[in-house]
């Protein structure tokens, strides 16, 4: 196991529903990241949270919304997803501080398997 | 056009034979380059990390090799198991989390 944790490993929705993607990292680390991984596809960058601040959305459609109560919890509130969205949605972590940045490594989660009917 | 391009895109090889995973990129300033493991299922687990100045690692039986100059980054499993079918993912960067994804070479090791 990684140190971090994410729930569902799976969630079917429809277009109309709303539902959260829960993560939970036990590193101590200080930043967080969601990616979307499409198949065959490159990880996207979704957001990245450093010290629960937001620093980067990476042109994310509003129906995607993140929240980050403290360092080591991490949401991504979903609402009116269309199929296209469909995808595994994972969350990293890392240390993100100055003397580790030259080699930082993002721990990874196991992903959520969306589909959206 | 992706600033990361993994070569091939999927490969099958005997259990037991060795293989090599190929990583050309264009991103400057380069940071560091690393190789992933994602089995199926999984989140990407990290095999090595190498900075500018480093031009190869091991882990085992995974060997990366980086040539900084030709900005070409290679994977060479020695031995193959049938735990080593996965995806197999280079990720180079320019701070921590700027990162850019190649889209993986997918690998299935067959007895």
């Known amino acids: 196991e990684t140190g971090v944790t994410q729930t569902p490993r799976h969630l079917v929705m429809g277009m109309t529903n709303k539902k959260s993607l829960k993560c939970e990292q036990h590193?101590?680390?200080?930043?967080m990241y969601w990616y979307k991984q499409s198949a065959k596809k490159p990880l996207e960058l979704m957001f990245v949270?450093?010290?629960?601040?937001?620093?980067e959305n990476n042109s994310v459609p509003s129906r995607f919304s993140p929240e980050c109560p403290n360092s080591s919890h991490l949401f991504l509130h979903l609402h009116t997803l269309q199929p296209e969205d469909s995808a595994l949605y994972l969350c990293?972590?890392?240390?993100?501080?100055?003397?580790?940045?030259?080699?930082?490594?993002?721990?990874f989660g196991p992903g959520t398997r969306l589909t959206v009917l | 056009k992706n600033q990361v391009e993994q070569s091939p895109q999927s490969l099958i090889i005997l259990e037991g034979k060795n293989c090599t995973l190929q990583?050309?990129?264009?991103?400057?300033?380069?940071?560091?380059l690393r190789w992933y493991k994602q089995d199926t299922g999984r989140g990407p687990v990290s095999l090595t990390i190498?900075?500018?100045?480093?031009n190869t690692k091991s882990n085992g039986r995974y060997t990366a090799t980086l040539d900084a100059d030709t900005k070409q980054s290679s994977l060479h499993i020695t031995a193959s198991q049938l735990s080593d079918s996965a995806s197999y993912i280079c990720?180079?960067?320019?701070?921590?989390?700027?990162?850019?994804f190649g889209a993986g070479t997918t690998v299935t090791v067959r007895a």
């Open positions: 590193l101590g680390h200080n930043a």
């Open positions: 990583c050309n990129y264009t991103v400057s300033p380069f940071s560091n």
């Open positions: 190498m900075t500018f100045s480093e």
């Open positions: 990720v180079v960067s320019v701070v921590t989390y700027k990162l850019s």
């Open positions: 949270y450093n010290f629960k601040e937001q620093t």
């Open positions: 990293a972590s890392s240390q993100e501080n100055l003397l580790a940045a030259l080699t930082d490594t993002q721990y």
